[in-house]
């Protein structure tokens, strides 16, 4: 039977499906991988199950001419922390779980544009800190959603979906900006970038993370939005410039920001956290135990598939 490596605990089911298939092997430590490890699961696994943050750089591939492990069954859609190139040189394929997140992560992108514009973070930190004094007609103010104008950067999958809830759920305006113009069933309009920061009252970020997309918004692309305008983030936390983000923030530049990937995860600037006009989620994209299952059973699908001498179905290179 193939052996192969988890390298973080999995959901029951996940683990079932996998031992149903393989000799599984399974790393209960929750950080990620040291260089080290990854290259040792190179040479003792037929496959492994990587996820965020085991950074399979091409130093951890270089000296490898034909590894036993052939496959890196990515425990994600996002696979920016394998570098492909490396992987490809050396006979190692790699998949992904698209699909899988799509609803969970626009969900998440929507409870950050609500956190944000509703002071909802800020308001329950001020009541358990026992310093709500009462209502009142002008406590904590915010941005009524409803009727806004949403601007998605990025229009896949995950665009698609949060577009889909802001015009539906929000009788929302949609902006975006993407490659080409998408064929959709409600009304937005495609623009380019510039114009979509400048018109929107909240602008979500959906691209993949990849050289052209590192630091997208920067100080330049944060001063074209407007003055009360909130910036999301539910791609990967190095589509921003922390930094630039921090300084708009401070200045009252923009609205506020509403984040739940970060370029260094788990570390987060402590000028960022001292923030009130930030909401701050630790990752929350996919976690919903559903939304788990169907990320590792996919994962598995790939894993299977490649074994057995098939084309797994989210081949990535």
């Known amino acids: 039977m193939r052996r192969i490596l988890l390298t973080r605990p999995m ?5 079932e499906a996998a031992r149903t298939n393989f000799d599984v092997e399974i790393r209960y430590d929750p950080v990620p991988m040291k260089t080290g490890q990854m290259r ?10 990587p996820t965020l943050g085991d950074m399979f750089t091409a130093e951890v ?3 490898f001419e034909n590894p036993r492990c052939k496959i ?8 920016n922390h394998i ?3 490396a992987a490809r040189a050396v006979g190692v394929s790699i998949t992904n779980t698209p699909g899988a997140v799509t609803n969970a992560t626009a969900d998440i992108a929507l409870t950050l544009m609500l956190m944000s514009a509703r002071r909802a973070g800020e308001g329950e930190r001020l009541v358990r800190a026992g310093a709500w004094e009462g209502w009142t007609p002008t406590q904590m103010l915010g941005l009524h959603m409803t009727g806004k104008t949403v601007g998605i950067i990025g229009m896949g999958r995950i665009g698609q979906a949060v577009a889909r809830r802001c015009h539906y ?11 080409s113009e998408k064929n959709l069933e409600f009304p937005a309009r495609h623009l380019h970038m510039l114009e979509v920061l400048a018109g929107a009252d909240f602008v979500v970020l959906c691209v993949p993370a990849t050289s052209e997309t590192h630091h997208l918004m920067n100080a330049e692309t944060i001063s074209q939005m407007a003055p009360h305008a909130r910036l999301i983030n539910v791609a990967r936390g190095d589509v921003v410039d922390e930094p630039a983000l921090i300084a708009a923030l401070q200045r009252g530049q923009i609205g506020g920001a509403g984040l739940d990937v970060y370029e260094h ?8 956290m001292a923030l009130e006009n930030v909401v701050l989620l ?20 790939n894993l299977r598939a490649f074994l057995a001498g098939d084309t797994p179905p989210n081949l990535v290179n």
């Open 11 to 15: 959901p029951e089911r996940v683990v």
């Open 40 to 49: 040792a699961a190179l040479a003792l696994y037929d496959g492994v199950m």
């Open 61 to 63: 591939f270089d000296g």
């Open 72 to 79: 890196l069954a990515n425990f994600g859609v996002g696979y």
């Open 83 to 85: 570098d492909a190139k």
């Open 169 to 179: 759920g929000f009788d929302m305006k949609v902006l975006y900006a993407n490659r």
């Open 265 to 272: 995860e788990p570390e987060i600037p402590e000028e960022m």
């Open 282 to 301: 630790p990752h929350l994209g996919t976690a919903a135990l559903q939304v788990r299952e169907a990320m590792g059973l996919m994962a598995v699908e």
